[in-house]
């Protein structure tokens, strides 16, 4: 009877990092495959290294990128015989699967570990990795296969001033959703904030003005799935809470937060959001017609 083969065990983690329609692969060198074999970016958890520490290192090194982590994982597993350094092992690689994203604005990735397990580091089409048309591990499909969208539902809180014919509103910036578009001052509820208090906090800081809030106008949502600013793919559903506000004082509007998601304020003719003169979210016409 043969002698029984040496033993492997190897506990892996890697990240499925989605951007729009294309993910990030590495490729893996050929003394691994002879043939060319795209992979998820990934490997080996050090020894007493948390698995989220070792995806976040192992990222950068095979693709340059600074990659941030969800909290939970899928599990896969690949048993087997492959040869180890010239000789024939049984091997059981256990692999933990983080969904990952990166900024927007990130880098094109890069190759940082030098003679190591990957040679290059590419956005592919979803598309051409689901066809075959780029060659991966089996790994890849079946990360892909169970992805599910991060679903993101977000309270928020909004003011609807008026003056005269004019309505206060605030232009998105290139750093959120529906870049352009102006809309109500307004934002996130914090965790035990009351929404009134967001709504003034929140208008405080998009347009440097002090408000009085009102009573509650109605309640707006909306629904939508795309990219946000940091990167990860959102299923998202805002709830949205519209309040009447005046505002305290005599003071014109100004962004105040430099690089966040507005880039403009002002007070804006009613007129030339019914005409379509100016383009605003749907949260605008539902407000005014709560007035």
């Not at 600013?229 to 305290?248: K, M, Q, Y």
């Not at 509007?253 to 959001?273: C, K, L, Y």
């Amino acid at each position: 009877m043969p002698d029984p083969l040496p033993r492997r065990v190897r506990l892996a983690a890697y990240a499925v990092v989605v951007r729009g329609d294309h993910v990030l692969l590495s490729r893996l060198a050929p003394r691994l495959t002879r043939r060319e074999r795209w992979t998820l970016p990934g490997g080996g958890v050090e020894f007493g290294e948390h698995p989220h520490d070792a995806v976040v290192r192992e990222v950068h090194e095979e693709t340059g990128l600074a990659v941030e982590i969800g909290d939970t994982a899928r599990v896969y597993h690949l048993h087997g015989v492959s040869e180890r350094d010239g000789e024939d092992v049984e091997f059981h690689s256990v692999r933990l699967v983080y969904d990952g994203w990166v900024p927007l604005d990130a880098p094109e990735p890069h190759v940082v570990e030098q003679d190591g397990s990957t040679v290059d580091a590419r956005w592919h089409p979803v598309a051409d990795v689901l066809s075959g048309r780029v060659p991966t591990v089996r790994l890849v499909n079946e990360a892909l296969a169970d992805r599910e969208t991060y679903r993101l539902q977000r309270p928020a809180a909004y003011v609807l001033v008026q003056r005269g014919g004019d309505v206060l509103l605030t232009r998105i910036s290139e750093s959120g959703f529906h870049t352009g578009s102006w809309t109500l001052p307004g934002g996130g509820i914090d965790h035990g904030e009351a929404p009134h208090q967001a709504a003034a906090r929140e208008a405080r800081e998009e347009t440097g003005l002090d408000v009085v809030v009102g009573p509650l106008l109605g309640v707006h949502d909306v629904r939508f799935s795309g990219t946000a600013p940091n990167g990860r793919f959102e299923d998202f559903h805002g709830i949205h809470l519209v309040f009447a506000a005046r505002v305290a004082g005599d003071r014109e509007p100004r962004v105040v937060e430099e690089g966040g998601t507005t880039d403009a304020v002002g007070w804006v003719p009613i007129a030339d959001i019914d005409a379509g003169r100016v383009q605003v979210l749907d949260l605008v016409r539902f407000a005014l017609e709560q007035a």
